[in-house]
C-alpha cells in the first residue's frame, strides 16, 4: 500500500477527537469541494455589479448547493469503487470498515435530495440545473450511463462538462446571460479536460483490474502529458481570444502541475500535479470575480 501521511495518519488523529464526523469528514473529500463552495461564493457575485444581503444570501446557497452536489458525486464514487480502493486506498472509510456502503449511500442521497431542494429556493433554472449535475456526479460512477468504462476519451469529457462547463453556466444563469458564462465556461472545460486525469495515476493498478478506461492508463505519462500541454496551450488562446488576461494568472500553476505529476503529496492522497489541478479549479473562480470587477 502507498504511504500518505496526511491522509493515513490525519484523519485518525481527527477521528479521536471529532469521532464519526471525522470519518464523513474524509468521506467527502474537503480539499475538492473548495472549488463548487468558491463558484457559489465569488462566481455569482461576477454575474452582478449590485452588492446587497439579498445577493450575498444567494451566494451562500449556491455554494452550498453546488458543494452538496460535488461531496454526493465524490461519495457515490467512493460506493461504486468499494472493491477497487481496497487494492489502491485501503485505508478510505468504506474498504477499512469504518462506515457501511449502505450507510455512504443514504448519506449521499440525502445530499443530493437536499441539494436539488435547496436550488430550487433560488431559481427554477438553477434548479435544473442542479438536477443535470447531479446525474453527472452519480452516474459517472454508476451504471448503466457511467464512461468510464466506455473509452478514456469519454471519461475525461464527462468530467470536462460536469466539473467545469455546467457550473460555471450554473452561477451565470442567476444574474447573468450564457454569453457572458461562455469565456469562463470554456475556460473552466479545458482545464478540467487537461487536468483532471492526473488523479488517476494513483488508481492505476485498481483501474486496470476493474476496466475502468482513463488517459494514464491508455497512454501513460507522456499521452496525460501531452493532453495536459494541449489543453493549457488551448486554454492560453481562450484567454487570449475573449480578451480575459487576468486568467493567465493560473497558466504557472498549470505549467507547475505539468512537471509535478511523478510527485507524490505529503498531504493528499494524489499527486502534486493533481494537487496543482484542483488548485487552479478553484481560483479559476477567484480570478473570474476578479476579472468581471476589474474589466479584463
Given amino acids: ?26 468521506l467527502v473529500r474537503p480539499f475538492t469541494l473548495i472549488s463548487p463552495l468558491l463558484a457559489g461564493l465569488l ?10 444581503f439579498d445577493i450575498v444570501k444567494t451566494c451562500i446557497y449556491v455554494g452550498v448547493t453546488l458543494t452538496l452536489a460535488q461531496a454526493t458525486g465524490q461519495v457515490i464514487n467512493q460506493y461504486a469503487d468499494f472493491e477497487l480502493d481496497r487494492i489502491v486506498k485501503p485505508y478510505r472509510p468504506l474498504p477499512s470498515g469504518i462506515i457501511s456502503k449502505e450507510e455512504a449511500l443514504g448519506l449521499a442521497w440525502l445530499m443530493a435530495i437536499v441539494s436539488i431542494a ?42 470536462a462538462v460536469s466539473r467545469g462547463l455546467i457550473p460555471m453556466f450554473a452561477v451565470w444563469s442567476i444574474y447573468g446571460t450564457w454569453q ?38 491508455s497512454y501513460g505519462y507522456n499521452g496525460l502529458r501531452a493532453l495536459m500541454i494541449g489543453s493549457l496551450c488551448y486554454y492560453i488562446a481562450v484567454t487570449a481570444y475573449f480578451s480575459k488576461w487576468l486568467m493567465l494568472l493560473l497558466v504557472p500553476l498549470g505549467i507547475f502541475a505539468i512537471f509535478a505529476v511523478k ?34
Avoid: C
Avoid at 462566481?43 to 446587497?52: E, I, K, R, W, Y
Avoid at 438536477?131 to 466506455?150: C, E, G, K, N, Q
Fill in 1 to 26: 500500500m502507498q504511504k500518505y501521511g496526511g491522509i493515513e495518519k490525519g484523519y485518525p488523529n481527527i477521528r479521536k477527537q471529532f469521532g464519526k464526523l471525522a470519518t464523513y469528514f474524509q
Fill in 43 to 52: 462566481g455569482v457575485l461576477a454575474s452582478t455589479s449590485d452588492f446587497n
Fill in 118 to 159: 435547496r436550488a430550487f429556493t433560488v431559481t427554477d433554472l438553477f434548479g435544473l440545473v442542479t438536477v443535470v449535475l447531479i446525474f453527472f456526479a452519480v452516474f459517472y460512477s454508476l451504471s448503466p450511463f457511467s464512461p468510464r468504462r466506455i473509452h478514456p476519451v469519454l471519461n475525461i469529457l464527462w468530467m
Fill in 180 to 217: 457572458e458564462a461562455l469565456p469562463y465556461a470554456l475556460l473552466a472545460f479545458v482545464w478540467v479536460l487537461g487536468f483532471q486525469s492526473t488523479k488517476d495515476i494513483e488508481d492505476a493498478d485498481g483501474d486496470k483490474k476493474f476496466g475502468i478506461k482513463t488517459v494514464f492508463i
Fill in 263 to 296: 510527485k507524490k503529496s505529503r498531504f493528499t492522497e494524489n499527486n502534486l500535479g493533481w494537487f496543482g489541478y484542483y488548485l487552479g479549479l478553484g481560483l479559476i473562480f477567484v480570478f473570474m470575480f476578479l476579472s468581471s470587477r476589474l474589466g479584463f
